[in-house]
C-alpha cells in the first residue's frame, strides 16, 4: 500500500473499529478530537491525535478545513471519514484531492449525485431500477397548504413519507396517513433537516406499509468493477433508525437474492462507484422491491456482512483507495452462517427512546465465542448530549440464524452497563420474542409489539434485586460503621422492628423490610412477603442468598444513591430514596420538566395562552433528535422559564399550565 498514515475524521466506535485495520496494514492511525472526547477510548487507540476545540459537530467533526490541517501537521496521506460527519460531503473530498490528501471512499461526483434523495431516484430509475413516486420540496420552496394537499393527493397518495433530502440516520422523516396532518409533518420535517443537515429540502414519496428494509453491500474499485456482497435485513427499527441488523435477510431466496444483487450492482455502474456502497430497499410483503437510496460510505452494520463472508470491509476501502482493483475473495464471495448485530444506545425506551446522558461507572460485555463487540465507551466514558447516543455494536455469528440469535441474546443478557439508561432489556426482548425468531419481521415490528413490554423485568426480579440491594447498602453500613462494626446488623439490645430500605424502581416506590437472625433472614419486598430466605454472603458487591429453595448470586454496584443488580435473571436500577424528603424540592401541578438535556429550539405558545392537551409548548433538541414537549391537560400558560437557543438539564422546569378549572 502507498497509503502510511490514516487519519480518522470520526469518532466513537468506527474510529477505533477503522484504526484497528488500519495497524493491521501498518498503516499509523490519527485520530481527531473535541473537548468532550478528549478522554474517550478511540483517542487512546490513535498513535497521534489532534485537538478540535469546542463540542459542537460544527466546530469540530464537521470542520473540514480544521480536519484537513490536522492531517497535514500530522503527515497523514489519507483520511477515512468513517460514517455521518464528513462521510457523504462532496466537498469535502474534493477539498482532500485539491489538498493532495486520499480520500478513503467514492469520488466527490458518485456522492453527489447521491447526496441529494430526489436526483438519486432519477438516476435510478433511469438505470432501471424499481422507484416509488415522490415528489420534491426544494430547499427555497414555499408551500401553500391547500394547493399542495390536492398535489400530493393525485401523484402520491397516502400513507406517504416526508424525508429530509441530505442526510439520513431518520432525521427529518414523518409518516403522513392523513391530509389533515401534511402540512404539520412537512415544516417539521423541513426544520429537522435544517438543524441537522445545513439544508431544509425534503421530499415525498408513497409509504409501503409493513415492508422489510433490505439493503445490498456494493463494492467498487477504480479499474470499472463493481460488485455486491449480498444483502442485510435492517427491518428492526426505532424512529426510523435500525437497532438489530442481521445478513442474510431470512425473507430472501436465491432467486430475490440475484435480484437485488443485480439491481444494487446497476445502481452502482449507474454513478461510476468507487469503494463501499449500500443500496438500500423497501421490499413489499409481494416480494417487489423499490429504490431508497444509495449510502455512500461504511454503513454502522458492515460487521454482519464481515461475518459471514470473512471480509474485511476496511482494509478493501483502504485497497481500493489505493488504486488496487478489489481482489479475488471480493469477486467470489459466498454467504457462511448467519450474523446479527444490535446497537446498544443510551436511551430511555419507557421514555420514548429519549436519549440518556451521564457517567458509565461500568461497562462490560463478556468474552463469548462467535461475539464481536464494536465499542466506543470503557469504565468512566461520559456520554454528553453532543453526539449519537450509540455506545457500542454487539454482533454474534453463528451457524443459522436461530443460533447467532441466541448467541447474542446471552452476551446482552450478561452484559453490564452502569451509569447510563440503555436500550438493553429491549434488544434481548426482540431476540428472544418468538415471532422475531421465526424471522417474520418488518419495519412495523415496535409498533405491533409494545418496546416497553419488551424491555419489562419481571415483578419476582425486581423484588429479588431491591432485597439484594437493601442487603448490600446494610452490609457496606456496616463495614464503615465507625463503631460496633462487629455487632449484627440491625441490632439493638431490645427487640425492635425489622429494618427498612425504600428504592424506587422506575414509576414505582419499592419499601424493603428485612430482620436479619444469622442467615436467615425474614423479608418484605412492598406487599409481598418473600418465602425462606438464607443469606450465604452479603458484601457491598455480592449477595449470595437463596429464595424459595433457588440459590442466586447478585452482584450490585452502587453509585451515589443509585444501585445496579445483575444476576441470571437480568438486570435493575434502583435507586435509594431519601428517608425525609426535602418538601421545597416538590414543583408546581403542571410543571413541564424536560425530559433529558437539550437545546430549546422552538417555544411554541406564550405566557398567558391558552391550550389544549397535548399541544406543543416547548420543543427540545439532543443528539439530532426533536422532542416536544407538550402541554398535560387543557388550561393557561402561567410560568414559561426558556428561550430559543438556551440549554437545559433533565428535570429542569420549562413551563407550568395550570389545569382549567
Not at 425486581?462 to 449484627?488: F, I, K, M, N
Amino acid at each position: 500500500m502507498t497509503i502510511t498514515k490514516l487519519l480518522v475524521a470520526n469518532r466513537g466506535e468506527i474510529a477505533s473499529r477503522i484504526m484497528r485495520t488500519a495497524r493491521e496494514c501498518d498503516i499509523a492511525p490519527v485520530a481527531v478530537f473535541s473537548d468532550a472526547d478528549a478522554g474517550a477510548p478511540f483517542v487512546a487507540d490513535a498513535d497521534e491525535a489532534v485537538h478540535l476545540p469546542g463540542n459542537a459537530p460544527s466546530d469540530t467533526y464537521l470542520r473540514a478545513e480544521a480536519i484537513i490541517d490536522a492531517a497535514r501537521r500530522t503527515g497523514a496521506d489519507a483520511i477515512h471519514p468513517g460514517y455521518g460527519f464528513l462521510s457523504e460531503n462532496a466537498e469535502f473530498a474534493r477539498s482532500c484531492a485539491a489538498a493532495g490528501i486520499t480520500f478513503v471512499g467514492p469520488s466527490p461526483q458518485a456522492i453527489e449525485s447521491m447526496g441529494s434523495k430526489i436526483r438519486a431516484k432519477e438516476l435510478m430509475a433511469a438505470a432501471g431500477v424499481p422507484v416509488l413516486p415522490g415528489i420534491t420540496l426544494d430547499s427555497d420552496t414555499e408551500v401553500d397548504a391547500d394547493d399542495f394537499a390536492a398535489r400530493v393527493a393525485a401523484e402520491i397518495g397516502y400513507p406517504l413519507l416526508v424525508k429530509a433530502s441530505y442526510g439520513g440516520g431518520g432525521r427529518g422523516m414523518r409518516v403522513v396517513r392523513d391530509p389533515s396532518e401534511l402540512f404539520d409533518a412537512v415544516t417539521g420535517a423541513r426544520r429537522e433537516a435544517q438543524a441537522a443537515f445545513g439544508n431544509p429540502a425534503v421530499f415525498l414519496e408513497r409509504f409501503v406499509d409493513a415492508p422489510r428494509h433490505v439493503e445490498v453491500q456494493i463494492f467498487g474499485d477504480t479499474h470499472g468493477t463493481v460488485v455486491h456482497l449480498f444483502e442485510r435485513e435492517c427491518s428492526i427499527q426505532r424512529r426510523y433508525q435500525k437497532i438489530i441488523e442481521e445478513a442474510p435477510s431470512p425473507a430472501v431466496d436465491d432467486a430475490l437474492r440475484t435480484r437485488l444483487g443485480e439491481a444494487a450492482v446497476a445502481a452502482g455502474k449507474a454513478i461510476g462507484y468507487v469503494g463501499a456502497g449500500t443500496v438500500e430497499f423497501v421490499l413489499g410483503q409481494d416480494g417487489r422491491f423499490y429504490f431508497l437510496e444509495v449510502n455512500t460510505r461504511l454503513q454502522v452494520e458492515h460487521p454482519v456482512t464481515e461475518l459471514v463472508t470473512g471480509l474485511d470491509l476496511v482494509r478493501l476501502q483502504l485497497q481500493v483507495a489505493d488504486g488496487l482493483p478489489l481482489p479475488d475473495e471480493a469477486l467470489t464471495a459466498t454467504v457462511s452462517g448467519h450474523a446479527v448485530e444490535a446497537r446498544l444506545y443510551a436511551e430511555d425506551v419507557g421514555a420514548g427512546f429519549l436519549p440518556a446522558t451521564g457517567s458509565l461507572a461500568r461497562f462490560d460485555v463478556p468474552p463469548m465465542n462467535g461475539v464481536r463487540v464494536d465499542a466506543g465507551v470503557a469504565d468512566g466514558s461520559e456520554v454528553g448530549v453532543h453526539y449519537d447516543p450509540m455506545l457500542a455494536k454487539v454482533i454474534a455469528h453463528g451457524p443459522t440464524r436461530d443460533a447467532a440469535c441466541r448467541r447474542l441474546a446471552r452476551a446482552l443478557h450478561e452484559t453490564r452497563v452502569h451509569g447510563v439508561v440503555t436500550n438493553r432489556e429491549l434488544l434481548v426482548g426482540i431476540l428472544r420474542e418468538p415471532e422475531f425468531r421465526s424471522g417474520a419481521i418488518d419495519t412495523g415490528y415496535l409498533d405491533r409489539h409494545d418496546p416497553a413490554q419488551l424491555a419489562r423485568t419481571a415483578p419476582e426480579v425486581v423484588r429479588l434485586h431491591a432485597l439484594a440491594a437493601a442487603l448490600a447498602g446494610q452490609a457496606e453500613r456496616r463495614a464503615t460503621a465507625p463503631v460496633l462494626a462487629s455487632a449484627p446488623s440491625g441490632w439493638r439490645n431490645v427487640p425492635n422492628g425489622p429494618q427498612v430500605a425504600k428504592l424506587s424502581y422506575e414509576d414505582d416506590e419499592i419499601e424493603v423490610r428485612y430482620r436479619i437472625a444469622g442467615r436467615i433472614v425474614e423479608a418484605e419486598v412492598g406487599a409481598e412477603v418473600l418465602g425462606e430466605v438464607v443469606l450465604h454472603a452479603a458484601s457491598e458487591s455480592l449477595v449470595d442468598l437463596t429464595v424459595d429453595g433457588v440459590r442466586r448470586a447478585v452482584r450490585v454496584q452502587r453509585v451515589g444513591d443509585v444501585f445496579y443488580a445483575d444476576s441470571s435473571l437480568g438486570a435493575t436500577t434502583l435507586t435509594e430514596l431519601p428517608r425525609f424528603p426535602d418538601p421545597q424540592s416538590r414543583t408546581a401541578p403542571g410543571s413541564l420538566l424536560a425530559p433529558m438535556p437539550g437545546t430549546v429550539v422552538r417555544v411554541a405558545v406564550d405566557t398567558g395562552a391558552a391550550v389544549a392537551h397535548g399541544t406543543p409548548v416547548v420543543v427540545l433538541e439532543a443528539m439530532k433528535m426533536e422532542h416536544s414537549v407538550t402541554a398535560p391537560h387543557d388550561g393557561t400558560v402561567t410560568e414559561l422559564n426558556v428561550a430559543i437557543g438556551q440549554t437545559v438539564e433533565t428535570g429542569a422546569v420549562l413551563a407550568v399550565v395550570e389545569e382549567a378549572p
